[in-house]
């Protein structure tokens, strides 16, 4: 009885179970979820203007929108959309949504600081309504505008002439190198000096005496120390001196591997700072007298017949004591140049007949130009005119007003050279931020990976503010706007301890730290050559220099 009781029961319980197996075939599967989907990001934008690879000039308190493909999920906002500038710290922002929830909209919770570079982020954490993640990372950069207020005090167009050049003077006056009282080559060069920006920082001395800046008895002491070192201590090859040389002991330090010599061209340039001052302490005494001698003597030593070369019709850049003619860099024109052969045509013991200047200077592709651009004629020189240190360097002692001769009058060669440049600059076909008519100037200088000679030709968005002081006297107008702007604008940036910082690039928000000789000093004397005309006569003054011009065929009413 009880084994048919357990049998019974087995059966049962059997029975029941097909029926539960049954009843759960009949009940439907739930359908399933939305499948994610993951949002992707579509533009970014301030205003009007997308942003793209970056956009400028941009508000300090912007409204920035960016799209996406999906709608998104409120609470991953806060921890996946940042603003942040270039050094990674976040700014505070707000983040919401807007246009089906498809756009947030980011606000910065207090203003951005001028004329710096920031990013607006999305990371992968951000996600859709639907649950997908966004799968590549945003980021998309801006920068905001400049500061257009005043940050120095409005002063008289003299008075601010009067502070750059005292400025800048302090680089070649407070900077000398303490023993040889030359210009360092920069204010990073510890004891290297410069041939050429010292000649350049000698030319700035009468100006420093007769702005009040110095005495004449420190100018004469400073001159006596300079003269006495380059005589006495410093290495001479044929008499010239090379590019660079160390400031203590007088000592070659080759400018490259093979430019461990003579350079003619940086000679030129001393001899031309040498004789304006010269001319400039002409007084009766011992001091001012046995100076004067001593210049002579340097200037006399040059052998510039010797940069022929073996007796051809030009003359070369280098010589080596010990690698001879390696360099091979004949001296051509059109460039910085003219100076050199002016120099060597003015030797009264070395000098070069003018068949070197018309057969070597004055030929090559690049010496006749004749061509217009932004409607100016350029006689001479590279398309466009190249850097404009073609239009200072020799004409800081050359007065090209008046002055011509068998290819140009230099009036107008450096007058057209200076426009072209400036047209150049607001024209900015390259489109660079900041290029306008108050912000202008390409010549060589530093730029944020090196150094260059910036030209129409090869514009890296850098400004050099010497390229636009120094054309004061050719593009007074044009100069002195920028000069405005570089000091009461951009003042905070680019005005330190000795005048203006070498070169600076709004698109890259880049401003060098960097003060160089050979471009601090045609800021004083080009400044000073439009303001008097000092330079200008002291060296043009120079008899020697009168009968070599005259000899090259030049004409001026100097002359």
Not at 284 to 301: Q, V
Not at 401 to 423: E, M, V
Not at 475 to 480: A, D, L
């Given at each position: 009885?009880?084994?048919v009781n357990y049998i019974l029961f087995g059966a049962i319980a059997a029975l029941a179970t097909v029926f539960v197996s049954c009843g759960e075939k009949d009940t439907p599967d739930p359908p399933p979820g939305p499948t994610p989907k993951n949002p992707v990001f579509i533009d970014a934008a301030i205003g009007s203007s997308s942003i793209g690879d970056g956009v400028y000039n941009i508000s300090i308190q912007p409204v920035i929108t960016v799209d996406f493909s999906e709608p998104l999920k409120q609470?991953?906002?806060?921890?996946?959309?940042?603003?942040?500038?270039?050094?990674?710290?976040?700014?505070?922002?707000?983040?919401?949504?807007?246009?089906?929830?498809?756009?947030?909209?980011?606000?910065?919770?207090?203003?951005?600081?001028?004329?710096?570079?920031?990013?607006?982020?999305?990371?992968?954490?951000?996600?859709?309504?639907?649950?997908?993640?966004?799968?590549?990372?945003?980021?998309?950069?801006?920068?905001?505008?400049?500061?257009?207020?005043?940050?120095?005090?409005?002063?008289?167009?003299?008075?601010?002439?009067?502070?750059?050049?005292?400025?800048?003077?302090?680089?070649?006056?407070?900077?000398?190198?303490?023993?040889?009282?030359?210009?360092?080559?920069?204010?990073?060069?510890?004891?290297?000096?410069?041939?050429?920006?010292?000649?350049?920082?000698?030319?700035?001395?009468?100006?420093?005496?007769?702005?009040?800046?110095?005495?004449?008895?420190?100018?004469?002491?400073?001159?006596?120390?300079?003269?006495?070192?380059?005589?006495?201590?410093?290495?001479?090859?044929?008499?010239?001196?090379?590019?660079?040389?160390?400031?203590?002991?007088?000592?070659?330090?080759?400018?490259?591997?093979?430019?461990?010599?003579?350079?003619?061209?940086?000679?030129?340039?001393?001899?031309?700072?040498?004789?304006?001052?010269?001319?400039?302490?002409?007084?009766?005494?011992?001091?001012?007298?046995?100076?004067?001698?001593?210049?002579?003597?340097?200037?006399?030593?040059?052998?510039?017949?010797?940069?022929?070369?073996?007796?051809?019709?030009?003359?070369?850049?280098?010589?080596?004591?010990?690698?001879?003619?390696?360099?091979?860099?004949?001296?051509?024109?059109?460039?910085?140049?003219?100076?050199?052969?002016?120099?060597?045509?003015?030797?009264?013991?070395?000098?070069?007949?003018?068949?070197?200047?018309?057969?070597?200077?004055?030929?090559?592709?690049?010496?006749?130009?004749?061509?217009?651009?932004?409607?100016?004629?350029?006689?001479?020189?590279?398309?466009?005119?190249?850097?404009?240190?073609?239009?200072?360097?020799?004409?800081?002692?050359?007065?090209?007003?008046?002055?011509?001769?068998?290819?140009?009058?230099?009036?107008?060669?450096?007058?057209?050279?200076?426009?072209?440049?400036?047209?150049?600059?607001?024209?900015?076909?390259?489109?660079?931020?900041?290029?306008?008519?108050?912000?202008?100037?390409?010549?060589?200088?530093?730029?944020?990976?090196?150094?260059?000679?910036?030209?129409?030709?090869?514009?890296?968005?850098?400004?050099?503010?010497?390229?636009?002081?120094?054309?004061?006297?050719?593009?007074?107008?044009?100069?002195?706007?920028?000069?405005?702007?570089?000091?009461?604008?951009?003042?905070?940036?680019?005005?330190?301890?000795?005048?203006?910082?070498?070169?600076?690039?709004?698109?890259?928000?880049?401003?060098?730290?960097?003060?160089?000789?050979?471009?601090?000093?045609?800021?004083?004397?080009?400044?000073?050559?439009?303001?008097?005309?000092?330079?200008?006569?002291?060296?043009?003054?120079?008899?020697?220099?009168?009968?070599?011009?005259?000899?090259?065929?030049?004409?001026?009413?100097?002359?």
């Amino acid at each position: 009885m009880r084994r048919v009781n357990y049998i019974l029961f087995g059966a049962i319980a059997a029975l029941a179970t097909v029926f539960v197996s049954c009843g759960e075939k009949d009940t439907p599967d739930p359908p399933p979820g939305p499948t994610p989907k993951n949002p992707v990001f579509i533009d970014a934008a301030i205003g009007s203007s997308s942003i793209g690879d970056g956009v400028y000039n941009i508000s300090i308190q912007p409204v920035i929108t960016v799209d996406f493909s999906e709608p998104l999920k409120q609470s991953t906002l806060a921890t996946s959309i940042s603003v942040t500038d270039a050094s990674g710290v976040q700014v505070p922002v707000t983040a919401t949504l807007t246009n089906s929830d498809k756009t947030v909209v980011v606000q910065p919770t207090a203003s951005l600081a001028y004329l710096k570079k920031y990013f607006v982020k999305a990371a992968t954490t951000l996600q859709s309504a639907s649950g997908g993640s966004l799968q590549t990372a945003v980021s998309k950069a801006f920068i905001t505008k400049m500061d257009s207020s005043r940050k120095f005090a409005t002063i008289s167009d003299n008075a601010l002439l009067d502070l750059v050049q005292q400025q800048t003077f302090k680089y070649f006056w407070d900077f000398g190198h303490p023993i040889s009282g030359l210009a360092r080559e920069r204010n990073s060069s510890g004891d290297v000096v410069t041939s050429g920006g010292s000649g350049f920082g000698i030319m700035a001395i009468p100006v420093g005496i007769n702005r009040g800046f110095i005495t004449r008895a420190q100018g004469l002491a400073r001159m006596q120390t300079i003269v006495s070192f380059l005589k006495n201590t410093a290495v001479k090859v044929k008499g010239a001196f090379s590019h660079w040389l160390n400031g203590s002991t007088g000592a070659i330090v080759p400018f490259s591997a093979n430019d461990n010599g003579a350079d003619l061209v940086e000679t030129s340039y001393l001899m031309m700072g040498l004789l304006t001052a010269r001319q400039y302490f002409n007084g009766a005494d011992a001091a001012e007298t046995n100076l004067r001698t001593d210049i002579n003597t340097l200037y006399n030593n040059v052998e510039w017949d010797w940069f022929r070369n073996g007796g051809q019709n030009v003359l070369y850049w280098h010589y080596s004591s010990n690698l001879g003619w390696i360099m091979n860099m004949p001296v051509r024109g059109w460039n910085e140049c003219l100076i050199t052969y002016v120099l060597a045509a003015s030797s009264t013991t070395h000098g070069v007949p003018a068949s070197v200047y018309h057969s070597g200077w004055a030929t090559g592709s690049g010496f006749i130009n004749g061509n217009t651009y932004y409607g100016f004629n350029l006689p001479l020189g590279p398309a466009q005119g190249g850097p404009l240190f073609f239009s200072h360097y020799s004409f800081m002692g050359i007065n090209p007003n008046g002055l011509s001769d068998t290819y140009a009058n230099y009036a107008t060669q450096t007058t057209n050279h200076s426009q072209i440049n400036y047209r150049y600059c607001i024209a900015n076909p390259r489109s660079w931020y900041g290029y306008s008519d108050s912000c202008w100037g390409l010549t060589a200088s530093d730029i944020p990976s090196g150094y260059t000679a910036s030209s129409p030709t090869n514009d890296v968005s850098v400004i050099a503010p010497t390229a636009a002081l120094s054309s004061m006297p050719y593009t007074p107008v044009e100069s002195m706007k920028a000069l405005k702007f570089f000091y009461y604008v951009l003042g905070d940036k680019l005005w330190k301890e000795y005048g203006f910082v070498d070169a600076f690039s709004l698109r890259d928000l880049w401003f060098a730290g960097s003060f160089l000789a050979i471009d601090q000093g045609p800021i004083i004397v080009m400044i000073e050559n439009h303001r008097t005309g000092l330079l200008w006569n002291l060296f043009t003054s120079c008899p020697e220099v009168k009968a070599g011009m005259l000899s090259l065929s030049f004409s001026a009413p100097y002359l």
